[in-house]
């Protein structure tokens, strides 16, 4: 049993007088023994919005990859500077920057964070750099989840979306429409298409998203780690799904 896991009903927050010596050298492992969770998905996979709910639901560390990039450019720190001169080019940032980012982010948390990994690692590499670098202070990875989604759902969920021109608010064509098409319910402002959003540019990539991906998760399938969860469900149910996997430990 893991008691560092901060979900408010956790059975061992008090173990009251008289509990075993195992007892209590597993709550001490517990709260000593730092651990990471990896969540993967492929793009509209709603693999973001699942990963916010599990931070609001267990206190786990959103460590989402994408975030910290943009706001290491924002801030001008040197990993941003670094990132950036790529990103300009189209280019993918280097395996070795996206885990300085990383390790920042791992070294600036307390010892008894608990860490959700949300867009890293992406590719075998980026495993590797990120189980020794895990390994070196000492955090374990308990659960991969894999939000399996059938691939005519993503790409009916991302070729629906649309974005507002003047306030970026999101809408779906089918699950969640303005009021009036092709107009901005909250601004009155045009709504419009991502060219990342249209269908030939999403089919291919999720091509990229699954050549990439097929690794690592036969990767986390032989350590074991893998858990597949099929998002094709409420988010509600997918959160109870992984809550309980968190809680069995
Ligand atoms: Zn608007």
New binding site residues.
């Given amino acids: 049993m893991n008691c560092g896991i901060r979900i408010a009903d956790c059975g061992i927050r008090n173990p009251g007088v008289g509990t075993s010596s195992k007892l209590e050298s597993e709550i001490w492992k517990g709260f000593t023994n730092v651990e990471a969770i990896i969540l993967l998905g492929a793009p509209g996979s709603g693999k973001g919005t699942t990963a916010e709910k599990i931070r609001a639901v267990t206190g786990y560390v959103h460590v989402s990859t994408g975030d910290m990039l943009r706001e290491a450019v924002r801030k001008e720190t040197r990993v941003g500077h670094e990132a950036e001169s790529f990103m300009e080019r189209g280019a993918l940032v280097p395996d070795e920057i996206m885990i300085r980012l990383v390790e920042e982010r791992l070294d600036s948390g307390s010892n008894s964070d608990l860490y959700m990994f949300d867009g890293f690692p992406r590719t075998i590499a980026q495993a590797e750099l990120l189980e020794k670098s895990l390994r070196r202070r000492g955090v374990g990875i308990s659960h991969v989840f894999f939000l399996d989604t059938p691939r005519q759902v993503l790409i009916e969920r991302l070729s629906g979306r649309r974005i507002?021109r003047?306030?970026?608010?999101n809408y779906h064509v089918v699950n969640m429409p303005p009021k009036t098409e092709g107009v901005?319910d909250?601004?009155?402002?045009e709504l419009y298409q991502r060219p990342d959003d249209q269908k030939k540019t999403i089919i291919k990539r999720l091509e990229v998203y699954n050549r990439q991906t097929e690794g690592l998760i036969s990767r986390y399938e032989e350590q074991n780690l893998l858990v597949r969860i099929d998002s094709n469900q409420s988010v509600e149910k997918i959160i109870l799904e992984i809550v309980d996997m968190l809680k069995r430990g």
């Fill in positions: 507002c003047k306030c970026g608010v901005c909250a601004c009155g402002g």
